[in-house]
C-alpha cells in the first residue's frame, strides 16, 4: 500500500515571497503519478499541478513549481510570489494508473495536508 | 464542472443517507472521498461502466451506484456519529480527477 507525509501540519509566508511545502511517500511501484491538490476555507478541491514519474523534468504552473526527486521519494511543492489567494490547506497525492475493470483513472492516496497562511 | 448535492446535511445516528454527483461532461469514471475535519481525504470506492471496480478500507454500510449517464450515488446505512465529515465526488479523465464542492454530512 501507498502512504504520503506531509510533515508540516502549517506554514505562513509574507506576500509576494517564496514558500516550500514537503512531501515524501512511499511506494514500490514505478509508473506513477503525482499532485499538489489545493483546497480553500471554500473546501473545493482544486489540482495545482501534477507530475509522471517517468518525467524527469519537474513540472511547472505559472508561480507552483515542483521538485520531484524520484529516488528519494520526494515531491515538494515551492509557491512563488505568494499572493493572500494562496492561503488555503494543501494536500500531496498519489495515484498509481490502475486497469481495474478496464479503467485506467486509480485511487488518489491523500497526505494530511499542509495549512498554508499568507500574511499581507 | 463536477456538481454535489446536497450542500449541507444532518441526520441522527442509525439513519440512512443517499448523496448525490453529477460528473464534469464527457467523464465517465466517479469516484468518491470522505474527509474528516482537517484530514485529507480517503478514497471510499470508484465507479466505471454502472460497476463498483475499485473499493477502499470501508464497510459495506457505504455502497453506490452509477447511472447510464454517469452521475452516481453514494448510500450509507446505519449512520455512526464517525460518518460526519466531508464527502468529496471527483471525475476524472487522463488520470486527474475533479473534485466536486462536497456534501457536509453531520450524524448527530
Known amino acids: 500500500a501507498q502512504t504520503v507525509t506531509q510533515s508540516q501540519p502549517e506554514m505562513s509566508v509574507q506576500e509576494a515571497e517564496t514558500v516550500t511545502l514537503s512531501c515524501t511517500y512511499d511506494?514500490?511501484?514505478?509508473?506513477?503519478?503525482l499532485f499538489w491538490y489545493k483546497q480553500p476555507p471554500s473546501r473545493q478541491m482544486i489540482l495545482v499541478i501534477r507530475q509522471e514519474a517517468y518525467k524527469q523534468q519537474n513540472a511547472t504552473e505559472n508561480r507552483f513549481s515542483v521538485n520531484f526527486q524520484k529516488a528519494a521519494k520526494s515531491f515538494s511543492l515551492k509557491i512563488s510570489d505568494s499572493q493572500l489567494g494562496d492561503t488555503a490547506m494543501y494536500f500531496c497525492?498519489?495515484?498509481?494508473?490502475?486497469?481495474?475493470?478496464?479503467?485506467?483513472?486509480?485511487?488518489?492516496?491523500f497526505g494530511q495536508g499542509t495549512i498554508l497562511t499568507v500574511h499581507p | 464542472g463536477v456538481t454535489q448535492s446536497p450542500t449541507h446535511l444532518i441526520k441522527t445516528r442509525g439513519q440512512q443517507v443517499t448523496l448525490r454527483c453529477s460528473p464534469k461532461?464527457?467523464?465517465?469514471?466517479v469516484s468518491w472521498y470522505q474527509q474528516a475535519l482537517g484530514q485529507g481525504p480517503q478514497f471510499i470506492f470508484q465507479?466505471?461502466?454502472?460497476?463498483?471496480?475499485q473499493r477502499g478500507n470501508f464497510p459495506d454500510r457505504f455502497s453506490g451506484h452509477q447511472f447510464p449517464n454517469y452521475s452516481s450515488e453514494l448510500n450509507v446505512n446505519a449512520l455512526l456519529l464517525g460518518d460526519s465529515a466531508l464527502y468529496l465526488c471527483?471525475?476524472?479523465?487522463?488520470?486527474?480527477?475533479?473534485f466536486g464542492p462536497g456534501t457536509r454530512l453531520t450524524v448527530l
Open positions: 461532461s464527457g467523464h465517465d469514471t
Open positions: 497525492a498519489f495515484m498509481k494508473p490502475s486497469n481495474a475493470g478496464g479503467t485506467s483513472y486509480g485511487k488518489l492516496t
Open positions: 511506494t514500490s511501484e514505478n509508473n506513477y503519478y
Open positions: 465507479y466505471y461502466e454502472e460497476e463498483e471496480r
Open positions: 471527483a471525475s476524472s479523465v487522463l488520470g486527474e480527477q475533479f
